[in-house]
């Protein structure tokens, strides 16, 4: 699975969007980029992938850059609830093998 | 309500016994995994299962052991545990395998060797 780069840590403000970067620049045609999301004390939770097009669902939107290098993940109106630590993964979409890394801790702050 | 349950919140143990630490699940769900979290590292895969006595290895299985007899149950075992094996360990489940299955978690067991 192709390695991904994000920054350890970002701030946002409680009601503002959260824009959380992700550089996957040795990801392979046929690899998916997922997002996953870590709050304290709880197990990872699944938050939106994509291939090539953007994806919105009712959690988050995933930007993907037209050579497919880096990617977004926004979340439209970030609440206090938001605060997690959160996971860019690329992997195949039937893989088992999920390299979570060391992610994005997001403080979102009233 | 899903449930994933693990044998133990907090474990210390010495250098060289022979750990076990226990995950059960009650969702039927056909695939089990095993991981490590440690600051700055994220979680890392060390083994998965994909059904009853089958084993996968992750990223980081040197070390370790598993063992799946019953469906609902997926063991963990340190041979011979070694103080770099300190940690913080992670069961999951999930119904297919496909990382766009949710994975339900387990508390954690935070394993500690002197």
């Known amino acids: 699975d192709a390695k991904t780069t994000q920054p350890p840590s970002m701030d946002c403000a409680e009601g503002r969007a959260a824009n959380l970067p992700c550089n996957h620049s040795?990801?392979?045609?046929?690899?998916?980029v997922y997002w996953y999301r870590q709050i304290h004390s709880q197990g990872p939770q699944y938050i939106i992938h994509?291939?090539?097009n953007n994806e919105t669902n009712e959690m988050a939107s995933l930007i993907i850059t037209e050579d497919r290098k880096s990617s977004t993940l926004i979340l439209p109106h970030a609440t206090l609830r938001d605060t997690a630590v959160y996971y860019c993964?690329?992997?195949?979409?039937?893989?088992?093998?999920?390299?979570f890394g060391a992610g994005t801790r997001l403080f979102v702050k009233a | 309500d899903v449930k994933v349950t693990q044998s133990s919140r907090y474990l210390v143990k010495r250098t060289g016994e022979k750990v076990f630490l226990e995950c059960v699940q009650d969702?039927?769900?056909?695939?089990m995994f095993w991981y490590r979290q440690d600051p700055g590292l994220g979680l890392r895969l060390i083994y998965f299962?994909?059904?009853?006595?089958?084993?996968e290895k992750g990223d980081i299985p040197e070390g370790y052991s598993v063992s799946r007899e019953k469906k609902e149950r997926f063991s963990l075992i340190l041979e011979s545990a070694s103080t770099n094996q300190t940690s913080m360990y992670l069961c999951?489940?999930?119904?297919?395998?496909?990382?766009?299955?949710?994975?339900?978690f387990g508390p954690g067991t935070r394993l500690t060797v002197l």
């Open positions: 993964i690329v992997a195949y979409t039937g893989g088992f093998k999920t390299i």
């Open positions: 040795t990801i392979s045609g046929n690899e998916y």
């Open positions: 299962s994909y059904d009853v006595k089958m084993k």
């Open positions: 969702m039927d769900h056909e695939n």
């Open positions: 994509g291939l090539k």
């Open positions: 999951a489940s999930s119904l297919s395998g496909k990382l766009t299955d949710t994975q339900y």
